[in-house]
């Protein structure tokens, strides 16, 4: 009689069990009753008991629980003894834990054996259930039986809450093969066949057995040059072999490497966690016999060993090692997986090659056409770890946090070198740093020249006029140079392309663009510049110049018009009296400093077709320049040197100025 808390018990499963474990566990416990019978022609026959309910999709009705039989010894005595006791030890030698039949009821409601064993000569009939109880086997029957043949059936059934998401037997078959493959392959202990089918169907069974083997087999066994791996345990070698198998017609199977304990598939990962070329189905080459041609699988590698088997968890769902970094046992997860992962992608060979190979195309394609600023950090990154088709977004990412790790090296090699007294190869590591600074500054220039080709090649395009002819108006070009509305205050160095108009406007202290400079009411021009100059670097002093621009719509004229109120050239020249006058101050209410020498530059920037041209030559006393696309005049009375410039000549000049970059970089 047993007392124990069975509730509490199957409470405490831990995780890493699922709804194929109490079902696996039915299957080996079947095996070894065959194994014990010494049967060179044992069966287990596994039954789908479904729950009536015929899904309206696929016609099928879910699963509700299995019967699995056998031929085996049967429950006599000592195996009844055996399962009345928690923990017992009575298969430790085939790697029992006398534990497996408590997660039956985790999954299912109700757990009941019928047995013919013979006991004293003469065979008996054993009938049972497993208890929730106190009891684990209640309303026990015994008595003579008229069979001649011993085995057991065990019924699980009574699905609980965690359902079967699988109906097919096909499906069903497949995943029962994976966890069980070991036994199947196993040369030493040949395996009884087993068979799955629908209870009360008349259908043919489907063997297990035949997924291996046998011409068109579904599961083929891959050779290996080298299967056998060690690990360090804490000054401990430990052994570990792998076996790597084909298998086709994968559906949504993965690639996977698992961990085996005692022929038993406890874990599995996806391969691609380690060699993202894993994470594709495979296709059998035009080489392969005509049996398997085009034929499409996946990849598995079981792994052995004494390591495993001693370290898997009671409810075999697991392992007691960590699965990352294992200071007390010395080996993970992890470590071990890899390993498997390595002999897996050996066993693959010219497949997993060739995916790499692409995949590195795909990695210089961007870095040469989208990313040349990479290109010498490409050259030193490992790129292993990316998804077998890597997007931009994913390439990119990966360099920045190479280049992060970079820089934060070469921060933590300073700090040591600013913090070390001693002088002993002082000049190496200097050298080593410097080196390292060089190269960040470079790809950080390249990307900074890359990125004035991009602008370039946008304002280009934003010149150009659209399909019905119409070209965008002077906000939207203006916006490629500076966003409208905003100030200095509100944008970062980066985030204007003033360079556009002069290299020297980067340097500026203070700019607002389409914004009055104080909050009330007042004119405004496109830009207006406040420039530091680049070899000064005083505060706001008087002597500093002030430059103005004003845009207006490519092919835009009307401003040119007699009775116009949009005459760019007035519009400058007002603005800069009202500065002269005092009229404005900053968004930090600072005073602008000028005097009666303060000089001011004022640029229009507008498209010059004749009328433009004979405008500002015939009544604006304007001087042309000598390539015809722009015109230049000074105002003595207020300081001011007023250009008004093509919109071609503002790309021109900007694309002539950075040509040299682009040539260098090979980016024309």
């Known amino acids: 009689m047993s007392n124990v808390n069975i509730r509490r018990v199957i409470e405490n499963i831990r995780s890493g069990t699922n709804i194929y474990t109490p079902l696996v566990e039915l299957v080996v416990n079947a095996i070894q009753a065959i194994d014990d019978k010494k049967s060179d022609k044992g069966l287990v026959d596994i039954q789908i008991i479904r729950d009536g309910q015929e899904d309206m999709v696929d016609r099928l ?121 070991p036994y ?249 740093v410097m080196s390292s600074i060089s190269d960040t500054s470079r790809n950080d220039l390249i990307h900074y020249v890359s990125m004035r080709k991009c602008v370039l090649d946008l304002f280009s395009k934003a010149l150009d006029a659209d399909d019905d002819g119409k070209h965008k108006s002077e906000g939207e070009v203006h916006d490629i140079i500076m966003q409208r509305k905003k100030d200095s205050d509100e944008l970062d160095f980066e985030a204007h392309n003033l360079w556009m108009l002069d290299e020297r406007l980067n340097f500026s202290e203070f700019i607002s663009s389409e914004k009055p400079i104080n909050k009330g009411n007042g004119d405004r021009t496109d830009i207006t510049i406040y420039n530091k100059r680049v070899a000064f670097r005083g505060e706001n002093v008087a002597s500093n110049p002030i430059t103005i621009f004003e845009f207006k719509k490519p092919q835009r004229t009307d401003f040119a018009n007699p009775s116009s109120k949009d005459d760019p050239v007035a519009q400058v020249i007002r603005y800069v009296n009202q500065i002269r006058d005092g009229k404005f101050k900053t968004p930090k209410n600072r005073d602008i400093l000028v005097n009666e020498n303060t000089p001011f530059y004022g640029y229009i920037v507008c498209d010059t077709p004749k009328k433009v041209a004979d405008w500002l030559e015939l009544e604006k006393d304007f001087k042309p320049m000598p390539d015809g696309l722009g015109w230049f005049y000074w105002h003595s009375k207020i300081n001011l040197y007023l250009e008004v410039i093509s919109w071609t000549k503002l790309l021109r000049d900007a694309e002539m100025r950075n040509r040299i970059f682009f040539k260098t970089l090979g980016i024309e």
């Not at 054993?126 to 026990?140: L, N």
């Not at 009574?158 to 078959?173: H, Q």
């Not at 769902?317 to 992608?345: C, H, P, V, Y």
């Open 61 to 181: 009705q879910a699963v509700d629980g299995f019967i699995v039989s056998d031929n085996g010894i049967g429950f006599n005595q000592r195996n009844r003894v055996s399962f009345d006791t928690l923990f017992t030890d009575q298969k430790l030698a085939d790697g029992g834990k006398g534990f497996g039949r408590f997660t039956c009821l985790k999954y299912f409601e109700r757990m009941h054996v019928r047995s013919v064993f013979v006991e004293g000569g003469a065979f008996h009939e054993r009938k049972f259930k497993m208890g929730t109880d106190k009891e684990i086997i209640i309303d026990e029957e015994v008595k003579p039986s008229t069979e001649s043949h011993t085995g057991a059936e065990i019924e699980i059934s009574g699905i609980r809450s965690v359902k079967v998401s699988e109906k097919g037997i096909d499906v069903i078959s497949r995943i029962l093969v994976e966890r069980l493959l």
């Open 184 to 432: 199947f392959v196993d040369a030493e202990k040949p395996c009884p066949r087993v068979v799955i089918r629908d209870a009360n169907s008349t259908a043919l069974p489907v063997s297990l057995n035949d997924y291996l083997g046998k011409e068109n087999s579904q599961i083929i066994e891959m050779p290996i040059k080298e299967g056998n791996f060690t690990l360090n345990a804490n000054g401990d070698q430990k052994a570990f072999s792998v076996r790597v198998f084909k298998f086709y017609s994968p559906r949504t199977t993965q690639s996977k490497v698992s961990l085996v304990a005692h022929r038993r598939e406890v874990t599995d990962v996806a391969l691609k966690n380690y060699v993202p070329e894993f994470a594709e189905e495979f296709c059998e080459p035009d080489s392969a016999p005509e049996a398997v041609k085009g034929r499409n699988f996946v990849i598995k590698a079981y792994v052995f060993g004494d390591y495993l088997n001693d370290n898997v968890s009671l409810e075999r769902g697991e392992f007691r090692f960590q699965t990352d970094t294992d200071l007390l046992n010395g080996i993970s997860q992890t470590q071990i997986e890899e390993k498997a992962a390595e002999i897996a992608q050996a066993a693959i060979g010219a497949e997993i090659a060739e995916r790499k190979q692409r995949k590195q195309a795909r990695i210089e394609d961007y870095v040469t056409n989208q990313a040349p600023w990479h290109r010498r950090l490409s050259a030193e990154v490992d790129f292993s770890s990316l998804p077998m088709r890597p997007s931009a977004n994913d390439i990119e990412l990966h360099l920045q946090r190479k280049k992060f790790e970079k820089e934060t090296d070469t921060r933590i090699r300073v700090a040591a070198i600013l913090s070390d007294d001693q002088q002993a190869d002082l000049e190496q590591r200097i050298a080593e």
